[in-house]
């Protein structure tokens, strides 16, 4: 692998070299360790650096693991300011979110080395499927996994996967409540508060309500709350039961924000940004709405049989609905180029349903002169996703040449101007039900195992094994068509009989990951690691972005792999954790087109690049927490259909070369700390031809705290603090998603 050191890279290099040179031992990282199902402890004193994390299928401490892993703890959640899961991974270069339309939801959609996370998405290591926008008042740390992984996460994961952390009961008694208000509107309580029942039990419940406008964006603004109680008896005996129960719902207005320069030569030599026009909002107040819920209960039994052996079991049943009508700045007949939008609506209304249970044993054993450590486990999983829309009219019966702006779409106010938009105008037309969903189940029946072997007291070996059964299907049901429709390349009428379809895929298939771990140091290592993933047709559960389809669906999973290298340092007596990774990931078995109707698994993709972390004290009351990536994503085969062998070569969408991000904090006086952030992505592509783009950019945020008494910490934050202009999200054909501007909120936390 060839990478070249970007001016970045060799700051960070710099910054990691030079504390190397002057330690002479080293102490494990915090930024790498394995899998989804992670509890993290942190031991440092401002919380930013993690020592350990124990986990179901975490056998062995985190210098001894071959694995990346980002630990997002509270305080950098809390001390950015962040509310919702992608502000923060913000402070974790390398992931990008790609936008939604109507077949791909509004919401959470992340990717992490260039490919989708959406359905690798997991809840304390339980796979989370619904798409929805997440909020972290619930959130005790974020686990960002790296590399293929479906040997510890099931199917998808070919980049990685992501997994939160939730509040639980803990041992002390305490009360929390953290009041916010700010510009835009902004109004925030949270209310986190832990009570003993007796010496062996004790209730947790975390609580918030939210309403804010988003900052640059009039008439875009959310409002959400939710509520999180949990119950937990055995806190010190060798069993334990904990019972728990997430509520959270949100209403907001949706913004598609910015159509795409469209002046009809958009070519991968010259490709096309979002139109410069400042701060737009092209929706209609009186049509445009989307409303979120989502319900998940978890019951919880943990046995201590002694002698490190553990068993686990995870029950949970959860619910997510999301229901939306957006505008989309079509941009597709030409209007932009003549001052105009179209304001073309995209609608779902999604309800996704989970049942899992997870059994997990953990242990040690010896086998003559080595020592292991195991997990093993069996998962099952059933997943029901019901999906429809709206028809809109006269939207709905307007194609191509019928949606250029004249004089009847302005009047009804179909269309708008592009360089002054009212998004409170009159909308004229009507909104039914389609008869048109599908209804996608799918049910996973897996087991694993992993073992960690001592080979010396230096060397470790760490095997991974997993076999999973899947099996999908979707189906829609016979329904009368209310508008003109085209099925299968036939047009039909309005009130034509539409047959029901049936599709299905059953897949079995194994993955496995192996890795070797070095340690120079009792407080450094160096690793090499091998990751298998699989992701069928449909792993997204008819809710994402890799639906099943007639195309698809009689085709096996696709495969990645990961060949990683990388070295884990602690400096400063365990207070700066340095991580470094080069890695690269195959897919050679990617899904092309062979006709207009047929798919075929012929294509090949890759990404290789280089990672770097850095978490921890740099002095006593200096703190970090960042890290740089740089990944040269290449499709290298897309097949020959409809010219997509000309796309041969080009940069995966929505993945950026070079990322960095920054977080400081810095204690002026012991009563007051003052923190900064700066965030940097590169230019990102929309579609595979590499047309359309979003340019690069940088962000500056801004923090101060003060604590008043020991009850009582006031902390301003300043988010994007020169108000840039930025996108964050680049769809595939249409338009760009802008970020927030410039905002500022007072919080107080209240302790007692």
Known sequence: MNHRLTPIAATMFAAVAAPLAMQPAFAQ???????????????????????????????????DTPKSVTVIPSQVISQTGSTSLVEAL??????????????????????????????????????DTGSQTRDIFNIESIEVVRGSDSTNGGRSGAGGSINLVTKTPKKE???????????????????????????????????????????????????????????????????????????????????????????????????????????????LTDRDFRDTKTDIG??????????????????????????????NPDDSAGNVKNGF??????S?????????????????????????????????????????????????LLSGAGRTCGAALLANYNCTSLYNPNANDPWRGSIVTSPLSTKTVTNTKSIYGIDTMELTKDLFLNLGLRYDSYSTTASTPTYTAIVPTTVNGVSRPAGSTIQGTSLGNNASFWNYSAGLVYKLTPEGSIYASYSTASSPPGASTGDGGDNISAANQALPPERTRTMEIGTKWDLFDKQLSLTAAVFKIQKNNARVSIDANTQAVAGKQEVEGFELGVAGNLTKKWTVFGGYSHMNSKLVDNGSYNGAA???????????????????????????????????????FGNTANTLYVPSYVRYDAMATYAVNKNVTLQLNVQNLTDKIYYDQAFTTHYAHMAPGRSAVLSANLRF
């Open 29 to 63: 990282t915090a930024a790498n360790a394995a899998l989804p199902e992670i509890t993290v402890k942190e031991s440092a004193d401002n919380g930013v650096k993690v020592d350990t994390a124990s986990s179901v299928k975490f056998t062995a401490p985190l210098l």
């Open 90 to 127: 913000r402070t974790t270069p390398g992931i990008s979110f790609t936008a939604g339309e109507g077949g791909t939801p509004i919401g959470d959609r992340p990717t992490i080395r260039g490919f989708d996370a959406q359905s690798s998405t997991f809840i304390d290591g339980v796979r």
């Open 173 to 283: 008694a305490f009360n929390e409540v953290n009041v916010g208000v700010g510009t835009d509107n902004y109004k925030r309580v949270v209310a986190d508060s832990n009570i003993l029942l007796g010496d062996n039990a004790a209730i947790r419940l975390n609580a918030m309500y939210y309403d804010a406008n988003v900052a640059g964006r009039d008439n875009v603004d959310g409002t959400r709350w939710g509520f999180a109680p949990s119950l937990k008896f055995g806190l010190t005996g060798p069993t334990s039961v904990t019972l728990s129960y997430y509520h959270m719902q949100s209403s907001d207005m949706p913004d598609y924000s910015t159509p795409y320069q469209n002046s009809g030569v958009r070519t991968k030599a010259n490709p096309e940004g979002p139109v410069s026009i400042g701060r737009k909002f092209y929706g």
């Open 298 to 327: 978890t019951v919880q039994v943990q046995h201590d049989f002694g002698n490190s052996l553990v068993v686990r079991n995870t029950t949970r049943y959860g619910k997510t609905s999301n229901d939306f009508i957006v505008t």
């Open 341 to 346: 939008v179209y304001r073309s609506p995209k």
């Open 348 to 396: 779902r209304i999604a309800d996704t349903t989970t049942l899992t249970n997870q059994t997990d044993l953990t242990g040690e054993f010896k086998t003559g002169s080595l020592n292991h450590k195991f997990a093993v486990g069996l998962e099952l999983t059933r997943e029901e996703t019901n999906v429809g829309g709206y028809t809109i009219f006269p939207n709905a």
């Open 646 to 684: 000309a796309n041969n070569g080009n940069q995966f969408p929505n993945t950026p070369e070079d990322s960095f991000s920054l977080w400081n904090t810095y204690e002026i006086m012991p009563k007051l700390t003052l923190g900064a952030g700066v965030y940097y992505v590169s230019r990102v």
